[in-house]
C-alpha cells in the first residue's frame, strides 16, 4: 500500500531555475494539501485542495502555484527558485478536511542556491 | 483566530521514565486537537486525536494527551520512554466548527531518550 508518495526525494535548484514537485495519492482521498517545513517553525500550510478541480491558498502561498486536475495527483510548482525557498516540503491528504486524519509522504529536500 | 504554542522546544529524558510534552492552544471556538510524531527523515504520522468526545484520549505507542479547557491545554504523556520514542513531536490544532479549517501547526517538540 503505497500511501502518499512524492518525488523527488532531494533537489538543489540554481537561483530563478523552476521544478515541479510531484504528489500522488492511491487512498481516493478528497484533500490534499502542500506543506513546507523550516528548522524549528513547525509546518506551513502552502496551498491545500478540497477535490479535482478546486485549489485554496494556505498561510504561505507567494511563489507557489498548483493544480488538482485529477483526485490522485496534486503537484506545487515552483516558477522563479529564490532562496527563502530552500526548505523540505511534505505532501498530505485526508479523506474528509474534518478531524480526519493526514496521512503524509516522506518529503522533497529542496535547496536553492 | 486559532494558534497553538508547544511549550519546551526540546525535551530529554532517560528510558523507563515518564514524558511530558507541554501544549496550549488558543481558538476562538470548540477545537480539534492532534499530536503528530515525526520521526528522522519520515513524514508525520498521526499520535492521536481530540475532537470533543473524552477528554482523556489514548493513541498509538502508549501515548495520551488530557483536553482541559480551563487551562486551554493538551498536553501528551507516556508513563515509561522507550528509545524509539526519539523524534519530533508537533501539536495541532483546527477549529472544530469549520471542516475546511486547514490545520494550524505547532513549532514541535524534539525529544531526546537518553539508555
Known amino acids: 500500500n503505497a500511501g502518499v508518495t512524492q518525488t523527488p526525494k532531494f533537489r538543489i535548484l540554481k537561483i530563478g531555475q523552476s521544478m515541479t514537485l510531484q504528489c500522488t495519492q492511491d487512498m481516493n482521498h478528497n484533500y490534499m494539501y502542500w506543506y513546507r517545513q523550516d528548522p524549528g517553525m513547525g509546518l506551513k500550510l502552502i496551498y491545500y485542495?478540497?477535490?479535482?478541480?478546486?485549489?485554496d491558498k494556505g498561510e504561505v502561498p507567494n511563489g507557489y502555484n498548483v493544480s488538482r486536475s485529477t483526485t490522485e495527483d496534486f503537484p506545487l510548482r515552483l516558477e522563479l527558485a529564490a532562496p527563502s525557498q530552500t526548505s523540505v516540503y511534505f505532501c498530505a491528504s485526508s479523506d474528509t478536511g474534518a478531524n480526519e486524519k493526514l496521512f503524509f509522504g516522506s518529503g522533497t529536500q529542496l535547496s536553492v542556491l | 483566530a486559532q494558534s497553538v504554542t508547544q511549550l519546551d522546544s526540546h525535551v530529554s529524558v532517560s528510558e523507563g521514565t515518564p514524558v511530558l510534552l507541554r501544549c496550549n492552544y488558543s481558538s476562538s471556538y470548540s477545537p480539534s486537537l492532534f499530536w503528530y510524531v515525526q520521526h528522522p527523515n519520515k513524514g508525520l504520522q498521526l499520535l492521536l486525536k481530540y475532537t470533543s468526545a473524552a477528554t482523556l484520549v489514548k493513541g498509538i505507542n502508549g501515548f495520551e494527551a488530557e483536553f482541559k479547557k480551563s487551562e486551554t491545554s493538551f498536553h501528551l504523556t507516556k508513563p515509561s520512554a522507550h528509545m524509539s520514542d526519539a523524534a519530533e513531536y508537533f501539536c495541532?490544532?483546527?477549529?472544530?466548527?469549520?471542516?475546511?479549517?486547514?490545520?494550524?501547526f505547532g513549532k514541535g517538540t524534539r525529544l531526546s531518550v537518553i539508555a
Open positions: 485542495s478540497v477535490g479535482a478541480g478546486i485549489t
Open positions: 495541532v490544532v483546527r477549529t472544530a466548527y469549520s471542516g475546511n479549517t486547514p490545520l494550524v
